[in-house]
């Protein structure tokens, strides 16, 4: 599976309005992968004072993360590919 970034922008540049479309993608993503699409959320990343809310995936194609995007009727949003390496400790 790939990584994509869906950076959605904040209106009020709230961590809650954050919050809130997380937990919708969360529910979105789950009902997805019960239909037996691959689509995994992995981490949101806040950023209030540029106003965006970031999300990680990890998914078969930009097509799945942004589906995810869509069902949770979170407004307006971009799909990028992102290179993710882990973390050496």
């Given at each position: 599976?790939?990584?994509?970034?869906?950076?959605?922008?904040?209106?009020?540049?709230?961590?809650?309005?954050?919050?809130?479309?997380?937990?919708?993608?969360?529910?979105?993503?789950?009902?997805?992968?019960?239909?037996?699409?691959?689509?995994?959320?992995?981490?949101?990343?806040?950023?209030?004072?540029?106003?965006?809310?970031?999300?990680?995936?990890?998914?078969?194609?930009?097509?799945?993360?942004?589906?995810?995007?869509?069902?949770?009727?979170?407004g307006s949003f971009?799909?990028?590919?992102?290179?993710?390496?882990?973390?050496?400790?």
């Amino acid at each position: 599976m790939q990584r994509y970034l869906v950076e959605m922008p904040l209106e009020h540049g709230s961590g809650a309005e954050c919050t809130a479309r997380e937990w919708r993608v969360r529910s979105a993503t789950g009902d997805l992968r019960r239909r037996g699409v691959r689509v995994r959320l992995d981490r949101v990343v806040r950023r209030p004072e540029d106003e965006l809310c970031l999300f990680l995936f990890e998914a078969e194609s930009a097509r799945e993360a942004a589906l995810a995007a869509e069902l949770a009727e979170v407004g307006s949003f971009r799909v990028v590919a992102a290179d993710a390496s882990p973390l050496a400790l």
